[in-house]
């Protein structure tokens, strides 16, 4: 065969794939592809719809009224529907609602037993004590904080390390572009996020007196006390000077501390200000 027959062949072997290719891509661009109806997602949306309706009648409000929090976020969803049920059955202003949240939240006391972790969010916590009724004990942080009233500080410094929803709307995330995450919190919805934290942060007039004592309270835990002094500086910080001289030395040095650090409730643990030190050093070689 000469020469000239090979050139030939192999041209006529390019040309048939090229034919090929352009047949397929003409086939491709021709098929639709089409997407069976689902009518189950129609009934998603409806219940989330339904559900929402209901929370806006409670008025719940943020973040349980987000629908976008609301589908994607488990504990928001079980939280919400909690609320929805206990609205249902009690008046909100009932001394017996006031009663059965109280009640609810003294038998999850001294529960969380990791306390060297300063932060925990809910799916860790729900790991960790798995208690069924943990959903009514959140519900009940939102009575508390609708009718303006705390039965136990103890309970509410115990879990307001916890938050629930995603990490960057409880304000743990920093974005430095606005435009990555058009959904950025203001802190009050960050707070929101921070169930008990939020009841001791919004009812002032209660928690401050109660935060004194827990402070004072040689019996409570160390690192509940230093969540104590942190929430205290953030509502009324001029109190801690005249406390820092009642307390042990102990607790009185870490006041100074977390004041001159001005260290955030939410990175409390009893140890925090050891930590601090130690980068100071470390800083300094």
């Known amino acids: 065969m000469t020469n000239k027959s090979m050139a030939m062949i192999r041209l006529l072997f390019i040309f048939a794939f090229c034919c090929v290719q352009i047949s397929l891509l003409q086939c491709k661009q021709q098929t639709k592809i089409v997407v069976p109806f689902n009518p189950s997602n129609n009934v998603v949306n409806k219940n989330v719809i339904d559900s929402i309706a209901k929370i806006n009648q409670y008025s719940i409000g943020y973040p349980f009224n987000e629908p976008l929090l609301y589908t994607n976020s488990y504990d928001i969803r079980a939280i919400a529907n909690e609320i929805v049920e206990l609205r249902e059955n009690f008046d909100i202003n009932s001394d017996e609602l006031k009663e059965l949240a109280h009640t609810v939240q003294l038998q999850f006391r001294n529960k969380i037993k990791k306390s060297v972790y300063a932060i925990v969010n809910y799916h860790a916590l729900k790991d960790e004590i798995k208690d069924p009724d943990l959903d009514i004990l959140f519900s009940s942080f939102w009575i508390s904080n609708q009718q303006k009233y705390i039965g136990d500080i103890g309970v509410l410094l115990e879990y307001s390390k916890v938050f629930i929803g995603k990490s960057r709307d409880a304000g743990l995330e ?92 939410k990175y409390i643990t009893k140890s925090v200000c050891k930590m601090i030190e130690r980068r100071k050093l470390k800083g300094k070689k």
């Open 174 to 265: 920093f974005i430095s572009n606005p435009n990555q995450y058009s959904s950025m919190r203001s802190e009050e919805e960050t707070t929101k996020h921070w169930p008990a934290a939020d009841v001791i942060l919004s009812n002032p007039d209660q928690s401050v007196g109660l935060l004194v004592e827990a402070i004072q309270n040689r019996k409570l835990e160390t690192h509940l006390r230093l969540r104590a002094v942190a929430f205290l500086n953030q509502l009324e910080p001029e109190l801690l000077i005249d406390i820092a001289n009642e307390v042990e030395n102990e607790i009185a040095q870490e006041i100074i501390c977390i004041q001159k650090n001005n260290i955030s409730w």
